[in-house]
C-alpha cells in the first residue's frame, strides 16, 4: 500500500510536497482541479492517506456525505482520511462562557470587520464566515462518517498514529476553534 497517492483535498494555496494537492480553484495552482461536492477524480483505492482541512463544514449534511463515501471508495483498505473541522461545541462554549477569549481570536486571527463588535455578532458571523454550510460538534461528526464506512477518532492537534498526518494542521487550538479526526477506512 505504500506506493498509494497521499491526497491533499481542498489544499487552496496551501499545498503539500509529496501529496496530490486538489483544489477547484485554479488560481491556486493545485495539481488536480475538481469540485469536491461531486465526484472524486481518482481511481477505488488509489490512496493510502487523504487530508482536509475546513472543507467539509462547507457543505451541506448530504453533500458531506457523498464526499466522504467517495473518500471512503477513493481510500485503499487500512487508509485514513485526516479531517480538521470548526468545532461547533467550542465556538458555543467560548460565546456562553468565554466571550472574551472568542472576541480575542476574533481579532487577533479573524480580523473581519464587525458592525457590533459583540460576542453575538461574532458567533453568527463566525457560524457562516468563510463559507461555513454545517458546522459539526465531534458525536455528529462521528456519526456522519460511521455511517459512510469511517471509524473517525478525535485526535490531538499535529497528532496521529499516523506519522506522515503528524504536523500537517493548519489550524492550531491558539487561534481557531478546530477539531482533528483520523477517519480510518473500515471494510
Known amino acids: 500500500m505504500n506506493r498509494k497517492l497521499k491526497i491533499n483535498l481542498g489544499s487552496g494555496h496551501w499545498k503539500l510536497a509529496g501529496w496530490v494537492n486538489v483544489d477547484i480553484d485554479r488560481g491556486s495552482k493545485p495539481d488536480v ?58 465556538l ?8 472574551g477569549r472568542l472576541e480575542e481570536l476574533w481579532k487577533n486571527f ?28 465531534a458525536e455528529t461528526f462521528q456519526v456522519l462518517a460511521a455511517n459512510c464506512g469511517f471509524q473517525a477518532r478525535q485526535v490531538a492537534y499535529q497528532q496521529s498514529e499516523e506519522p506522515e498526518l503528524r504536523d ?11 477539531m482533528y479526526f483520523d477517519c480510518y477506512r473500515q471494510d
Not at 458555543?92 to 466571550?99: E, F, K, Q, T, V
Request: glycine fraction near 6%.
Open 33 to 90: 482541479v475538481a469540485d469536491l461536492a461531486a465526484e472524486l477524480p481518482f481511481a477505488d483505492g488509489a490512496a493510502r492517506l487523504m487530508h482536509t482541512e475546513d472543507f467539509i463544514d462547507q457543505l451541506e449534511l448530504d453533500q458531506a456525505a457523498a464526499f466522504l463515501r467517495e473518500c471512503h471508495r477513493v481510500l485503499a483498505r487500512g487508509g485514513v482520511l485526516r479531517v480538521l473541522t470548526p468545532d461547533m461545541q467550542k
Open 92 to 99: 458555543a462554549h467560548l460565546y456562553l462562557h468565554d466571550p
Open 110 to 137: 479573524v480580523r473581519v470587520p464587525l458592525s457590533l463588535d459583540t460576542p453575538g455578532e461574532i458567533f453568527n458571523t463566525g457560524m457562516r464566515f468563510a463559507g461555513h454550510t454545517f458546522l459539526y460538534d
Open 168 to 178: 500537517l494542521d493548519l489550524r492550531s487550538p491558539d487561534n481557531a476553534v478546530s
